[in-house]
């Protein structure tokens, strides 16, 4: 068996070496083409967001200085006048859209017959609720909690509260009651 090499030329595979740095080389060149678009594609989007920030920090500064002026020439006396001719206005919805008569048609049906309402207020409280204070006259405890049973029952007396208790030299009990009314009654609003 012959151990040496005969050739002028030794055989180098130089075919598959070429085909290879071929590969790389065209990987290499699509690359830098990808990125190199890239690069331009962000720096065209920058510099139109920065020219967009800066009309924007343009328009802010316009409408800060416009907004300074205009507080300058509000006049708060006219505000505060504003304000409380709205409160009187909106107080004067209130009264007019609530019905006494609707309120004394809830009392007689609940009043249960051994007690007599002797007094009604209405008033407004800061959160615009209804709040009725009531002194009535009854025969004894078991009348008014009777009374205050049926008038929860109905949905639009809340939150009932028997403030004061007293008794007469008569011996009926006077009670003073405060409730929160709501207008319309909860099971009486129609969707």
Not at 49 to 63: G, H, I, K, N, P
Not at 158 to 171: A, C, F, H
């Amino acid at each position: 068996m012959i151990r040496t090499n005969l050739s002028t030329r030794p055989f180098y595979n130089e075919g598959a070496v070429r085909s290879w740095l071929t590969i790389l080389a065209i990987v290499a060149v699509a690359a830098t083409m990808f990125n190199g678009s890239r690069v331009l594609r962000y720096s065209r989007s920058d510099t139109a967001l920065a020219t967009q920030a800066s009309r924007d920090e343009a328009r802010a500064t316009e409408v800060r200085a416009t907004a300074a002026t205009l507080r300058t020439s509000v006049d708060t006396k006219q505000v505060d006048a504003a304000s409380v001719d709205a409160r009187q206005a909106n107080d004067l919805i209130d009264r007019r859209t609530f019905s006494w008569t609707e309120l004394f048609n809830r009392l007689e049906t609940t009043l249960p017959p051994e007690v007599r309402i002797t007094s009604v207020r209405p008033s407004l409280d800061r959160d615009r609720r209804i709040m009725l204070m009531m002194t009535v006259l009854a025969r004894g405890v078991d009348d008014v909690n009777e009374f205050m049973e049926r008038l929860e029952a109905t949905g639009a007396f809340v939150n009932l509260l028997s403030r004061e208790e007293r008794i007469t030299d008569s011996g009926q009990l006077v009670a003073a009651l405060e409730c929160e009314y709501v207008h319309p009654a909860p099971e009486q609003v129609k969707p």
